[in-house]
């Protein structure tokens, strides 16, 4: 018999938006939207590690408390607002435990987040860190929950949260929550571009719902360039509907765009929501030489690939 590992860690990476189309407002406030999304060289890590009595499907009435710890980066919710709180009390409740307060022989999950991904910059980072919770608590107390449930679960956690899950790239439509899996061939190059002064995603989609209704943009370019591994049509055919928006509230985003432009990048757009403003490159050296001259425009410039894969569990 194999013993069960008390504590796991998930290494999970960022995402950008190579397309996002918004259809329109839906009557509960969401957007309808059709993105492309793939996961980029930039990784949270995750590590969650469980009380030896607890398990999960124990005959056993079983309960739990939840404890969150992180590495102190500024803008990381505390507690209860922290998605990765949120993600471990959902699976918990999923596997049959209680998630109760804290207290004598309560057993605990620690959860103790590590972070690389910008907060609040439209790289998903929270909801990054809330699938690998998901995963990781079900690695930790032999949950046995397949990869299909945990997206069903993560989809109660956000909008990128399914995509989390798996990573790679994916066609998501309805609110975000519907993925499908899009065959990518090749690596692209990437400067990520990045501001210590978030952006709340709400108040960008609210600002879109002020815009004229964009035309329809249909995501085939995007999706042939991304099969092919073609950087110059995907270059050419990145889109953003919440660019315009991100523009509005905060314009020196649009400027940061069109310096990419000008100093030579196949394309730049906006990530998601912003305030991140991404950069494609033809190569390596080119994307190290685009970064060189934009460190002085952000607060935090990166050169990385994509698509980077999805979350890898290690058991400790
Ligand atoms: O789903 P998530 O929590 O990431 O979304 C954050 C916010 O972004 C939502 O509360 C909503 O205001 C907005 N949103 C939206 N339509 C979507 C996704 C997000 O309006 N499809």
Request: with cysteine; proline share 6%.
């Amino acid at each position: 018999m194999t013993e069960r590992a008390l504590s796991a860690t998930v290494r999970v990476p960022a995402k950008v938006n190579v397309f996002l189309a918004v259809r329109g407002r839906r009557p509960d406030g969401y957007h309808e939207l059709v993105t492309i999304l793939q996961t980029v060289g930039i990784h949270d890590r995750v590590r969650v590690r469980a009380s030896p009595g607890l398990r999960a499907r124990h005959p056993s009435h079983q309960r739990a408390s939840v404890h969150f710890g992180h590495d102190g980066v500024t803008g990381v919710p505390d507690d209860h607002q922290n998605l990765c709180v949120m993600a471990a009390h959902h699976i918990l409740a999923d596997l049959g435990i209680d998630p109760v307060e804290a207290g004598d022989g309560v057993p605990r999950v620690d959860v103790r987040l590590d972070k690389d991904i910008p907060v609040a910059a439209g790289m998903a980072g929270g909801s990054a860190d809330a699938a690998a919770t998901l995963l990781a608590v079900n690695a930790v107390l032999d949950g046995g929950r397949n990869r299909e449930h945990i997206q069903s679960l993560a989809a109660d956690l956000g909008s990128d949260v399914p995509f989390c899950v798996s990573g790679g790239t994916a066609l998501a439509t309805g609110t975000g929550t519907a993925t499908a899996q899009v065959l990518c061939r090749g690596t692209f190059h990437w400067v990520i571009g990045m501001s210590d002064e978030p952006l709340r995603t709400p108040a960008v989609y609210e600002a879109w719902d002020h815009e004229t209704p964009p035309l329809e943009m249909q995501p085939d370019q995007v999706l042939q360039a991304v099969r092919t591994g073609d950087p110059e049509l995907l270059g050419d055919s990145l889109h953003n509907d919440l660019q315009v928006a991100a523009f509005r509230l905060r314009p020196e985003l649009a400027d940061a765009v069109d310096a990419f432009l000008v100093d030579g990048a196949l394309g730049s757009i906006v990530s998601g929501s912003g305030p991140t403003v991404v950069a494609l490159a033809a190569d390596a050296a080119h994307a190290h030489d685009l970064a060189a001259r934009a460190r002085e425009r952000f607060d935090r410039v990166e050169v990385t690939t994509s698509p980077a894969g999805g979350p890898s569990l290690h058991r400790d």
